[in-house]
């Protein structure tokens, strides 16, 4: 039996140095650290009466174990996956077995307008929602999608 909101949590993850949000690089990241970030998840979700488990791995193995979990324990997944975004078929190949479950992949700047390599993401490919250059923002907007994906009724659109 699938997972609804009331039982089960938005996964929220969070690439390699997601860690030093605030620290490092303030002028494309902003000076809200990760903690904030849980914060505005949380809130967000609440919003929906569902709740949030909030992960931070700077090891591509370690997230590619947490959306698998997801498959059984979580009802969608928000992914900033950082690097990982432009590089990792690993990740990519671990969200495509997630059927059923919303992706939102999210990006603090706007990928588009930095250096051409970040352009492109793997991730997308499977994403159910691209948010980029909202800045920590856009976490709770994905939050609030996968949200209204994964409640009964709702329409994909």
């Keep these: 039996m699938p997972h609804t909101l009331a039982t089960a949590p938005i996964l929220v993850l969070n690439g390699p140095n997601l860690n030093l949000l605030g620290k490092r690089q303030p002028e494309i990241y902003g000076r809200d650290t990760l903690a904030d970030v849980e914060a505005l998840c949380v809130k967000a979700a609440a919003g929906h009466g569902a709740t949030v488990d909030f992960r931070q791995s700077n090891h591509e193995g370690e997230l590619v174990d947490?959306?698998?979990?997801?498959?059984?324990?979580?009802?969608?997944?928000?992914?900033?996956?950082?690097?990982?975004?432009?590089?990792?078929?690993?990740?990519?190949?671990?969200?495509?077995?997630?059927?059923?479950?919303?992706?939102?992949?999210?990006?603090?700047?706007?990928?588009?307008?930095?250096?051409?390599?970040?352009?492109?993401?793997?991730?997308?490919?499977?994403?159910?929602?691209?948010i980029a250059g909202c800045g920590v923002q856009g976490y709770a907007f994905g939050v609030e999608r996968v949200a209204s994906l994964a409640a009964p009724g709702t329409a994909a659109a």
Aim: proline content about 3%.
């Design 66 to 130: 947490w959306i698998h979990e997801a498959r059984e324990n979580h009802v969608g997944i928000v992914i900033n996956p950082a690097a990982y975004s432009h590089t990792s078929v690993a990740i990519l190949d671990a969200l495509n077995t997630c059927d059923g479950l919303p992706v939102v992949e999210v990006h603090i700047s706007n990928i588009h307008q930095r250096e051409e390599f970040r352009h492109h993401s793997y991730m997308s490919l499977r994403a159910d929602g691209v």
